[in-house]
């Protein structure tokens, strides 16, 4: 009784303290300047131009009463009920989220009020370390202390995420194509339910999960007495039509490019974390809207035949390494998930440049040849791997290397890992942008490690730089609300290549729309070949779920994955639609530049007329001759040495047989 009575003395003691510590935080916030909340967490983004081409926030703040009643109650009632009833932190809330989520073992709710989350919402970004938990806690306190309940909520409904659309005012005209003050209870109990999960519980991105939201909010809001239940009935009942217009700057893909812009701006280390230092920022992007709009276009126009397939797609200037153009999905409003930024694919052969640099590097040439034919690799442990080509299309001869690459030929690739070793192409990659590690596997050649759209772009960026391997970046310039420059980007420019070899592997890469190629095969790209008027480095990839297609030349870099989010297998017609899209966005980008937009040849390179397959100097016999570039003093002779007998431990069709 008397450990007891102790217990309770001190136990009251610890509680009286913390009392006094609470109502003494809140005086001292009481004392400090009023926070400027209404310009916080605005941004402004202008393209290439220096023309704002979109913002978040962008329309004038709404007040309270401008607000739909049902809207405010729906928010309330399914985010913070006892809003009006705290200062803040709701610790009855609190302590009952811990018990659910300690006794069933997982994170089942939450207990952030709104003041909590509206506190959140004034940070650049939503790090989980136990420093940015109590700047929030001591930011929800000075909102408190100074502004009232519904000052705080305003605020909170003129900033939260409904889907990508900030504010409640923007949501409502761009789902209903109305005011927020004109809001039904159906749309208001829809709306209300998007900020928990915004990419999910979106109406345009899932509807069926958009109205299982619905029917929560709106239970809750009859258990509270805010409507009743035929209200709630008819809410439900009711049929909604969304408006989602879209204007000739409101891209279906544009969002893409902001969130993009987001993501590095949460990286740049010279920004204050709290929108509350800076009023707001002005960000100057490299956004092109012709190139955003011309690709947006084309990927309307060849992809409409299956809205399932999914797209990403980007376009880069190489000379500096501005993005100038990007898409993460088909449309937004129905995905927001950035699959240029955020998904790691299979890159299939798109991977063999990288392969076939490191080659010439190491004394191969575009006449190197290596017997193309049916294959098995034994390695150690007796571990086989037998790769294929592309439709069990083998020559049964040796080919050239500007063959290999012309009909993305496996076996001459597979050939050529091996003999470099396994390694060579994992540090070769590393070189030249790629930081996904890969594991060094017979495999790697064809492409199978997953790696990220943007790590890819770098990587070709270098090929298009003339070895140069250039950051790949969005924003030019970051200021504050009254034009104070907070940030200004730094070229970042590294020679990780030879400039002769570069051109040699840029001109072998032209070879996948070339005519002289049509033999046994034909080059990948030649179905696009009628409308190319420009020189360009190309190279596709194919895996039995993603298609891929890289090109450039000095001017532009282009490159486009399309593929399903769940792995679904793909088609040929896919892989054929990515090309058209590539195809005529960089042609009708560059119609208005003179002349091929192509390299000068380096001194120490020269031209040989070849025949292309065998690589051997042509003669009058060769039906097919294509001049190809070779480093002074490596230029093919009469016959090229073979180099099939140097790889260990090959199987042919024939010898097992």
Avoid at 593 to 618: D, H, L, R, S
């Amino acid at each position: 009784m008397k450990k007891f009575k102790i217990f309770c003395k001190w136990s009251g003691i610890f509680l009286l303290g913390c009392f006094l510590f609470y109502v003494g935080l809140y005086v001292y916030a009481k004392m400090l300047p009023k926070l400027p909340i209404d310009k916080a967490n605005r941004f402004y983004f202008y393209d290439q131009n220096n023309k704002i081409f979109e913002t978040r926030n962008s329309q004038e703040w709404v007040k309270l009463e401008d607000i739909s009643p049902y809207l405010i109650q729906a928010t309330l009632a399914i985010e913070d009920k006892n809003f009006y009833h705290h200062k803040g932190f709701d610790f009855l809330r609190i302590m009952k989220a811990m018990y659910r989520n300690i006794t069933s073992g997982k994170r089942l709710e939450g207990a952030s009020t709104i003041s909590q989350q509206y506190a959140k919402n004034l940070f650049l970004d939503f790090d989980k370390t136990w420093k940015r938990k109590i700047d929030e806690a001591w930011l929800t306190i000075r909102l408190e202390s100074h502004y009232s309940k519904d000052k705080i909520l305003e605020g909170y409904l003129n900033t939260i995420n409904y889907g990508g659309i900030f504010g409640i005012e923007n949501a409502s005209n761009y789902y209903f194509n109305k005011s927020a003050k004109e809001l039904t209870i159906a749309e208001a109990s829809i709306l209300a339910g998007i900020p928990k999960d915004p990419s999910y519980y979106s109406p345009i991105a899932n509807e069926d999960a958009a109205k299982q939201r619905q029917k929560l909010i709106l239970s809750a809001m009859e258990k509270q007495n805010y409507i009743t239940e035929e209200q709630m009935k008819k809410a439900y009942q009711k049929q909604l039509t969304y408006h989602v217009d879209k204007t000739e700057t409101e891209l279906k893909m544009l969002m893409y490019y902001q969130d993009a812009v987001m993501k590095e701006l949460q990286s740049i280390k010279t920004i204050p974390a709290s929108f509350l230092k800076t009023g707001g920022l002005k960000i100057y992007t490299n956004l092109d809207m012709n190139a955003q709009k011309t690709m947006e276009e084309n990927i309307d126009k060849y992809l409409e035949y299956n809205p399932k397939l999914q797209i990403a797609s980007v376009i880069m200037d190489p000379k500096n390494g501005k993005i100038k153009a990007l898409s993460g999905g088909r449309d937004y409003s129905k995905s927001q998930f950035n699959r240029a930024t955020s998904a790691n694919r299979q890159v299939g052969s798109t991977m063999k440049p990288i392969l076939y640099y490191a080659a010439l590097e190491n004394g191969f040439t575009p006449s190197t040849t290596f017997t193309s034919e049916k294959t098995t690799f034994t390695f150690s442990e007796n571990k086989t791997y037998s790769p294929e080509n592309y439709n069990k299309n083998y020559p049964n001869k040796p080919i050239s290397m500007a063959t290999a690459l012309a009909y993305s030929d496996n076996i001459y690739a597979v050939k050529t890992h091996i003999f470099l070793g396994e390694n060579t192409l994992v540090e070769t990659a590393k070189r030249v942008g790629i930081q996904t590690k890969l594991k060094a596997n017979p495999s790697l050649a064809l492409g199978t490690g997953e790696i990220n759209l943007l790590q890819m772009m770098e990587a070709y960026g270098t090929f298009a730089s003339e070895g140069y391997k250039i950051e790949p970046f969005f924003i030019r310039k970051i200021t504050d609300s009254n034009g104070n420059i907070l940030y200004q980007h730094k070229e970042k420019k590294e020679n990780v290549l030879n400039k002769s070899i570069v051109y040699v592997l840029n001109e072998m890469l032209t070879s996948s729309y070339a005519k002289e190629f049509i033999d046994y095969n034909y080059p990948t790209c030649i179905n696009i070949a009628p409308k190319i008027t420009k020189k360009y480095a190309i190279k596709t990839g194919t895996t039995t779920t993603d298609h891929l297609i890289f090109g450039y030349n000095k001017d532009i870099i282009m490159g486009v994955w399309a593929g399903y989010d769940d792995n679904s297998e793909s088609e040929v017609k896919d892989g054929n639609s990515i090309k058209n899209v590539w195809v005529d966005t960089v042609e009708q980008l560059l119609k208005e530049k003179e002349g091929n937009c192509w390299y000068e040849i380096p001194k120490n390179v020269v031209g040989v007329i070849v025949n292309p397959i065998t690589g051997e100097i042509a003669t009058e016999k060769d039906k097919n001759k294509k001049m190809l570039y070779y480093i002074k003093g490596t230029e093919p002779t009469i016959t090229e040495k073979q180099l099939d007998e140097l790889i260990p431990s090959v199987k042919t069709e024939k010898d097992t047989n």
